[in-house]
């Protein structure tokens, strides 16, 4: 079953702007993962946040949590056309290994 | 090697038919999943193996078996399977005790 959702479920934007994509979930979580798949293709994970961390950085990636308010949010700064791709949240709730994944946010990137 | 890789890529079949989805990896991961993925939806979980053993089923229907012959091989054994089924099937693993997945490209079945 879908853990949450994401918004928008698309998003299209120029070249150089910034990307923002929101998670929200529905129970309490271990930690939050966000995975990024370009068409029809296996995902890629991307960045891993944990229950106790309120903000982490990689490379032009930011996520942050909100735990309080079951959300989660990913910024891409200075987008590029190959970002094209959906980007999933998923959240694992006993790091027992079980991903919930989020409905997907289609990101297009115009160059 | 850090990938896991999937055959075929592409699979169609009858509803009378046997066919099987290899998914390896040898990363050492001790856990392997089985997802599937209809078209704008995300994936859903099916089965999880940890350490060869069936841990989690998540109320597949029979016509899906899958079978973990080795902790570096995971099988998927459809038979009898319905034109719903039809979704793109991707095999992930993990190392134990770590919560990242890593995807295969997975194998787009279309059931006739």
């Known amino acids: 079953s879908q853990q949450g959702e994401e918004d928008p479920q698309a998003l299209s934007i120029q070249e150089g702007e910034n990307a923002t994509m929101n998670c929200s979930y529905k129970?309490?979580?271990?930690?939050l993962q966000w995975y990024r798949q370009n068409s029809g293709r296996g995902l890629v994970h991307l960045i891993l946040?944990?229950?106790?961390?309120r903000e982490k950085h990689s490379g032009r990636l930011r996520v942050t949590l909100d735990t309080s308010k079951k959300s989660s949010s990913l910024l891409i700064t200075a987008s590029r056309a190959a970002d094209t791709a959906s980007y999933f949240c998923a959240t694992d709730e006993n790091a027992g290994n079980m991903l919930t994944f989020g409905g997907g946010t289609r990101l297009m990137v115009k160059p | 090697d850090t990938e896991v890789t999937q055959t075929p890529k592409h699979l169609v079949m009858g509803m009378t038919n046997k066919k099987s989805l290899k998914c390896e990896q040898h990363m050492g991961h001790r856990a392997m999943y089985w997802y599937k993925q209809k078209a704008k939806k995300p994936p859903e979980l099916m089965f999880v193996y940890s350490y060869e053993k069936l841990s989690i089923n998540e109320s597949v229907p029979s016509r899906f078996s899958p079978e973990c012959p080795n902790s570096s091989l995971l099988n998927l054994h459809l038979h009898a399977l319905q034109p719903e089924d039809s979704a793109l099937y991707l095999c992930?693993?993990?190392?134990?005790?770590?919560?990242?997945?890593?995807f295969g490209p997975g194998t787009r079945l279309l059931v006739l």
């Open positions: 946040i944990r229950s106790n961390e």
């Open positions: 129970t309490s979580i271990n930690n």
């Open positions: 992930a693993s993990s190392q134990k005790g770590e919560e990242t997945q890593y």
